[in-house]
């Protein structure tokens, strides 16, 4: 159960595209296209950004989408707000009712 | 509106025992399995345990496999987290979670601090 790996920071200005990259094994990403994204604000309680790898619930603004190659998952922000502004976290499923979480990213809107 | 309130966090001492609750609201609790995630002070969101939404199949991370026990009680809309024989490195925010038919959780509750400090 290692964590996924992610860039500890991601920065970009208003109007811009960042992505954020999340790497785990064939074991968990790999494996499974049950991928999702949260966001979390200082101090505040995760929310779901993205699941089953590029799925958006409802609410949330299309300028936030998912990818997924092997092993290696991708939250893509376009447009970026000052709003945005705050730590990601990727998490997939790995089998057997067990989850991974990375170790999360902090973006900053320059 | 789905509402999700931990409760039970606090100071504790190395081997000691504390219990978390969650109280569920504004969806059929019943229904759903649900979810313990836990964050270090400063660090990421560790997932800890499942339970089923009718409470016969439980899981653990291996961090705490034999100190912690996952329960609910759906006549009382509650989720539980029992744990013993804490550590240190058990200090964290304990946020429970709701997970959706597919493998993702959809809603979190704002999360209860749990200390373990001599």
């Known amino acids: 159960q290692s964590a996924l790996t992610q860039p500890r920071s991601v920065s970009g200005s208003p109007g811009q595209s960042v992505t954020i990259s999340c790497t785990g094994t064939?074991?968990?990403?790999?494996?499974?296209?049950?991928v999702s994204w949260y966001q979390q604000h200082p101090g505040k309680a995760p929310k779901l950004m993205i699941y089953?790898?590029?799925m958006r619930p409802s609410g949330i603004a299309d300028r936030f989408s998912g990818s997924k190659s092997d092993n290696t998952a991708s939250l893509t922000i376009s447009g970026l707000q000052a709003e945005d502004e705050a730590d990601y976290y990727c998490?997939?499923?790995?089998?057997?009712?067990?989850?991974?979480f990375g170790g999360g990213t902090k973006l900053t809107v320059l | 509106e789905v509402q999700l309130l931990e409760s039970g966090g606090g100071l504790v001492r190395p081997g000691g025992s504390l219990r978390l609750s969650c109280a569920a609201s504004?969806?059929?609790?019943?229904?759903?399995?649900m979810t313990w995630v836990r964050q270090a002070p400063g660090k990421g969101l560790e997932w800890v345990s499942f339970?089923?939404?009718?409470?016969?199949?439980?899981y653990y991370a291996d961090s705490v496999q034999g100190r912690f026990t996952i329960s609910r009680d759906n006549s009382k809309n509650t989720l539980y987290l029992q744990m013993n024989s804490l550590r240190a490195e058990d200090t964290a925010v304990y946020f429970c979670?709701?997970?959706?038919?597919?493998?993702?959780?959809?809603?979190w509750g704002q999360g209860t601090l749990v200390t373990v400090s001599s």
């Open positions: 979670a709701k997970k959706t038919d597919q493998q993702e959780f959809d809603f």
């Open positions: 504004g969806f059929t609790f019943s229904s759903y399995a």
């Open positions: 339970i089923s939404n009718g409470g016969g199949s439980t």
């Open positions: 064939s074991s968990d990403v790999g494996d499974y296209n049950y």
């Open positions: 089953d790898v590029s």
């Open positions: 998490c997939s499923y790995a089998g057997s009712y067990t989850w991974v």
